[in-house]
């Protein structure tokens, strides 16, 4: 699987937008952009994912850099239950395998 | 609720004795995939099953490691002869195509 960096923290203040980072260099044509958030003491949840072009949806905004190798999510108005380690993943849906590789993730810590 | 449910959420037991996790999926969802995760690491593939068929099983799931998933209904994990290092959050998650719900996962503290 297509690797993902990202920074291990970072913290914003609440009420503030929060603009998380993800770099991918070796992302290929059919890789899907997905990210996920894990709060403290539950399973993973689907946050936004996208190919090509920004998408956005009630959770958040994701912007795609028009080479792909770097992704932004965006956070419009961070508020404390939006602290959670999220994590950046690639998903190639050409070759039918279905599973997520997670790596380490951004811990976001919101401050009041 | 119809979210993914997992049971026991908590299971405490001693080394060298089995234990067996029951994960329920969300109703209709044709796939199935069990993760384990320990602390201040993310969630690591173990298994995944399309209906009934267990179509990929990772490296780190040893001969210790069994999973089913019967009528392609919900899904079991046993480990058998629990060691120390097998202390985790085992996560479970299904879809029918597309993004994954998680449950809230089983702890095991292996003493």
């Known amino acids: 699987d297509a690797k993902t960096t990202q920074p291990n923290s970072m913290e914003s203040n609440e009420e503030e937008p929060v603009h998380l980072p993800c770099n991918h260099s070796t992302i290929s044509g059919t890789d899907y952009i997905h990210w996920y958030r894990q709060l403290p003491s539950q399973g993973p949840e689907y946050v936004i994912h996208?190919?090509?072009s920004n998408v956005n949806n009630r959770m958040a905004s994701l912007a795609i850099a028009e080479d792909r190798k770097s992704s932004t999510l965006i956070l419009h108005r961070a508020t404390l239950r939006d602290a959670a380690v999220y994590y950046c993943i690639l998903r190639d849906r050409g070759d039918g395998n279905e599973k997520l590789t997670f790596g380490t993730g951004t811990r976001l810590t919101i401050i009041p | 609720d119809t979210g993914v449910s997992q049971d026991p959420r908590h299971k405490i037991t001693k080394r060298g004795q089995n234990v067996t996790f029951r994960c329920d999926p969300i109703s209709e969802h044709n796939r199935l995939y069990w993760y384990r995760q320990t602390l201040g690491q993310g969630p690591e593939f173990l298994t995944y099953?399309?209906?009934?068929?267990?179509?990929?099983k990772s490296r780190l799931l040893s001969n210790r490691f069994s999973a089913e998933r019967p009528k392609g209904s919900f899904s079991t994990l046993e480990i058998q002869r629990t060691e120390q290092g097998d202390s985790a959050m085992y996560l479970c998650?299904?879809?029918?195509?597309?993004?994954?719900?998680f449950g809230e996962g089983s702890r095991l503290t292996v003493l």
């Open positions: 998650a299904s879809s029918f195509w597309g993004e994954l719900f």
């Open positions: 996208g190919l090509t």
């Open positions: 099953f399309q209906n009934e068929a267990q179509l990929e």
